[in-house]
């Protein structure tokens, strides 16, 4: 800073202007090249309003900018013009958005021995303060577009390179004050959107504390702040049009991330490509891409408000209809959500639970709801708030309706205190003595709202971590705990362990162990829940290919077990699903259910698929089958009516069981030569 301050005053001293010098950036990465290129076509007039601008973007230290920066920015956009200024700015700090890191190869020799490693950096250094100046500069201009583009730098900025952290903290936490700073609600949607992105536990507390700002100068819960900045993207339950001249673009939801598109013709007919008058036309073309990137936005947004609405759970929300119509039940992105959902209403101080259809709330008979006004009551509907009974009855409703719900609820797993867990009082061992992948792990707890630390080697007098999760309307916190698996060949090159153990979950309460049978059975259910899910997901006995990798006996013992041991309670729901399915697949006369495995007989082997972990033995030796399923394994399910989103475990399962009822037909060598 010195040093530009030197070179200014030369400058302005030799110019005789009260001026500042061309600041060029650093060619090091492909950013500065960009800026550099941009600033020099720009015209003599508008120029050196920009090279203001970088000199003060460089300068940009802090949380926040001061009230001089944001006055000296204010002066540099009445020069240059809003529009100008914004799209300027706008397009530098897109860049960013799709830049890639930049790897480096270095050669060290020591003690007469050659290292080579390599190095990733997102930004040089002094290029990343300049874009966290830039970001600041555009508070006051900020609109729609702007912030669409904001909240994706701060997914990019915050994504981790290995062995470094963040890319750019600083610009993420920049993105974060702008969204916060924004007018109206879309700022705060964003901010919410990113909440659930984002693993890292300071960078969603950070977000938080925005959301809670936000909260306390409406005066209403950060949950409600949350619910009325969900954009509707201009949808009416899930669907809109727009028109191209005398043509229209229909789009509407189909599922999670998917979302249908058809062109319709004047005459009504249709079709799947886009017209030729609009790709002809540079105006049609320039609203297409902004459907386009709307289309984007719907897919990510649709998945978060899953998400949220599932977590409503623990939160113990409840709203008044009338809330609940205007957030929910009538919103145009939400309410596709809302409808395929069962909620429970307090009518005549009875919980009578109801889906949405046919445009009004049927019971689970089929009979609609009476007496419901706007004071009324509405609570999201869970199983454990039901008779065995009534929750198969809506599980054969929802069937009958073909209502695929967007997230498991019908088909929701529920978990009871068990004896074991009563006699043990403070504490459950059920999800005990497993082995995680502990990066797979840490990831899956970020996701779902927990907080976790990696474990490493290096001596920090640790050999136990605990998962943690808050549950503030209940006033408990819950913890998961995690151990250490010391093992030489189980350590990465950053010194982190590959392999953690599992261990109790605990309820406290103000650091007071609480009595599992004082903790509410939702709460318990809904706790027990996700460390299902973090021990059925990042268990090393879901690996096919496990014994290929070696290791030491215990876990290869441990891989055995878990791969072709007893259901847990996610698999027994898969079970339940597959015992309706299967009936109707095409694979029926080959395929049966025994026990935990679907057992499938071809023309080679007949084969017994795990139903948990989808691992493969074969008789009549059960002999061990590697197939290392594809990321787009769903071949089998993707036609066929589920009852619910969201099992990739499933599709694996289905894909393995049609590939195999048809075994003379693999041609792939590395599965053919274990079928000989």
């Known amino acids: 800073q010195a040093k530009l301050k030197i070179e200014t005053l030369l400058y302005q001293a030799q110019s005789g202007e009260a001026t500042v010098p061309p600041l060029l950036l650093s060619e090091q990465d492909s950013f500065g090249q960009l800026v550099n290129q941009s600033v020099n076509g720009l015209s003599e007039k508008m120029r050196p309003h920009y090279y203001e601008l ?33 799209e300027t700015v706008g397009i530098w700090l897109a860049f960013l958005i799709s830049m890639e890191n930049t790897e480096e190869e270095h050669e060290e020799t020591w003690r007469n021995r050659t290292y080579y490693y390599i190095t990733r950096t997102f930004l040089q250094h ?25 909240g994706q730098l701060a997914e990019r900025a915050f994504q981790k390179i290995p062995g470094v952290g963040p890319a750019a903290a600083a610009i993420g936490n920049a993105c974060l004050y702008l969204l916060s700073q924004s007018e109206g609600n879309e700022g705060v949607a964003y901010l919410s959107r990113l909440k659930t992105k984002i693993t890292q536990n300071n960078i969603r507390k950070r977000i938080q504390q925005s959301i809670d700002q936000k909260s306390a100068q409406l005066g209403i819960s950060p949950h409600e702040v949350e619910e009325m900045a969900v954009p509707h993207y201009d949808l009416v339950a899930g669907r809109k049009e727009i028109a191209f001249d005398d043509y229209q673009l229909e789009i509407s939801l189909l599922g999670i991330g998917k979302i249908n598109q058809i062109w319709r013709k004047p005459d009504g007919s249709t079709q799947k490509s886009v017209p030729d008058f609009v790709k002809k036309s540079a105006l049609h073309q320039a609203c297409l891409k902004a459907v386009r990137a709307d289309i984007k936005e719907i897919k990510k947004s649709v998945t978060v408000q899953r998400d949220r609405i599932d977590r409503s759970y623990v939160q113990d929300r409840s709203w008044t209809y009338e809330k609940f119509c205007q957030y929910y039940l009538h919103h145009g992105l939400v309410g596709w959500l809302t409808q395929r959902l069962i ?11 109801a889906i949405w259809y046919d445009n009004r709330w049927e019971d689970v008979n089929g009979s609609p709801l009476s007496g419901i006004n706007d004071a009324t009551s509405v609570t999201l509907w869970h199983p454990i708030q039901s008779t065995t009974e009534e929750v198969l009855a809506w599980r054969d409703r929802l069937e009958g309706l073909e209502i695929q719900q967007p997230m498991k609820q019908a088909y929701r797993e529920i978990y009871l205190l068990t004896d074991a867990e009563v ?37 920090d007098g640790r050999d136990r971590a605990e998962a943690t999760i808050e549950l503030p309307e209940h006033n408990l916190q819950a913890s998961f705990w995690i151990n250490e698996l010391l093992s030489e060949e189980a350590i990465n090159d950053t010194g982190i362990w590959l392999y953690v153990g599992t261990d109790q979950v605990r309820f406290t309460q103000a650091s007071e162990v609480r009595n599992l049978i004082d903790v509410p059975p939702l709460v318990f259910s809904e706790v027990m829940r996700d460390v299902d899910l973090f021990v059925g997901v990042s268990s090393v006995g879901n690996d096919p290919q496990w014994q290929d990798n070696g290791g030491s006996p215990q876990l290869r013992d441990y891989w055995a077990t878990y791969s072709f041991g ?31 495995f679907l057992k499938v007989k071809g023309s080679r082997k007949t084969y017994k698929i795990h139903i948990g972990s989808t691992n493969i033995l074969m008789e009549p030796n059960d002999q061990y089958l590697c197939i290392v399923p594809s990321r787009s394994a769903g ?13 990739r475990g499933f599709a694996i399962l289905l894909s393995k069981a049609f590939l195999l009822a048809e075994d003379h037909k693999i041609t792939d060598p590395t599965i053919l030569s274990q079928l000989k």
């Open 54 to 86: 970088l000199h003060l973007a460089v300068k940009a230290s802090g949380a926040k900018p001061t009230k001089k920066y944001s006055q000296a920015v204010k002066t540099i956009v009445e020069a240059t013009g809003k529009t100008h200024f914004r």
């Open 126 to 150: 002094q290029n990343a303060t300049i874009a966290k100046g830039l970001v600041w500069s555009l508070v006051s201009v900020s609109d729609p577009t702007i912030l669409v583009m904001i």
């Open 343 to 353: 909620w429970s209403f307090d009518l005549n101080g009875q919980t009578i639970p």
């Open 423 to 459: 006699n043990t009082r403070f504490y459950s061992n059920r999800m005990a003595a497993h082995i995680l992948k502990q990066h797979q792990f840490n990831a899956l707890t970020g996701l779902r709202g927990w907080k976790y630390s990696l474990m490493g080697g290096f001596d």
């Open 566 to 596: 007893d259901l847990s309670e996610v698999a027994k729901t898969r079970k339940a699903v597959l015992e309706k399915v299967l009936p109707r697949l095409k694979i029926n006369q080959v395929a049966t259910i025994d026990g935990k």
């Open 635 to 647: 071949i089998g399910a993707d036609k066929l009516f589920l009852p619910f989103e969201g099992d």
